[in-house]
């Protein structure tokens, strides 16, 4: 089983859309989690952490069911410039050096 | 400008061979990585570095080799590779090992690797 699945996507959606992505992870000791965006021919960003109680950054807003091993992004507004892979990444431990990555969730945002 | 600056962007290499990966980053960091990224795959860590000392090998090939000279610096030596080796090869850095304050990884840019 892979440690961190995504929706296989690709999600196509028109401007000012909401659009919510799945993830779910398999090792229950994982401790920390973080959605990252990778825009094609570019290198992956951090978009935004993902806490216990939920955490909101603008027209994003991610959620974590630790009960479930599941984590979810959701986009407000879809903007154009929203249009980008978005990675779920799970770590177990304190070291980012055992950061898991999902295989990506693609989303276009049409005019 | 990204503060993780990889060369060359874009490599072809024959089975025979050997070239190298050159990952600098301007950021202060003690903890530098090498990511492989194939298509339809996630992300797959290779090598991690913790102020100059490797500290994790997540089983990869000794056809890579991984070389930090200091913080700052980071190679991935290719030789006799193999078409299945063809990816995009990332570096990365965070400020420790255990992430500093955001548990962020700054990547560069990747080098693209074309076996034949």
């Known amino acids: 089983r892979k440690e961190v699945e995504q929706d296989p996507g690709p999600f196509n959606v028109p401007e000012g859309a909401t659009v919510a992505f799945n993830c779910t992870y398999s090792?229950?000791?994982?401790?920390?989690f973080f959605w990252y965006r990778q825009d094609c021919r570019k290198e992956p960003k951090l978009l935004m952490s993902?806490?216990?109680s939920g955490n909101e950054d603008g027209r994003f807003t991610a959620q974590l069911n630790r009960a479930s091993q599941y984590i979810s992004l959701l986009i407000r507004d879809s903007k154009l410039s929203d249009s980008a892979t978005y990675l779920c990444v799970v770590s177990r431990g304190s070291t980012l050096g055992r950061l898991y990555f999902g295989r990506g969730t693609q989303l276009t945002v049409w005019p | 400008e990204t503060g993780v600056t990889q060369t060359p962007r874009h490599l072809v290499m024959g089975m025979t061979n050997k070239k190298s990966l050159k990952c600098e980053q301007h950021l202060g960091h003690n903890a530098m990585y090498w990511y492989k990224q194939s298509a339809k795959k996630p992300l797959e860590l290779m090598f991690v570095?913790?102020?100059?000392?490797?500290?994790e090998n997540n089983s990869v090939p000794s056809r890579f080799s991984p070389e930090c000279p200091n913080s700052s610096h980071l190679f991935l030596h290719l030789h006799t590779l193999q078409p299945e080796d063809s990816a995009l090869y990332l570096c990365a850095s965070s400020p420790t090992r255990s992430g500093g304050a955001s548990g962020e990884l700054f990547f560069g840019e990747g080098s693209r690797l074309t076996v034949l």
């Open positions: 090792n229950s000791a994982s401790q920390s």
């Open positions: 993902v806490y216990s």
């Open positions: 570095y913790n102020f100059k000392e490797q500290t």
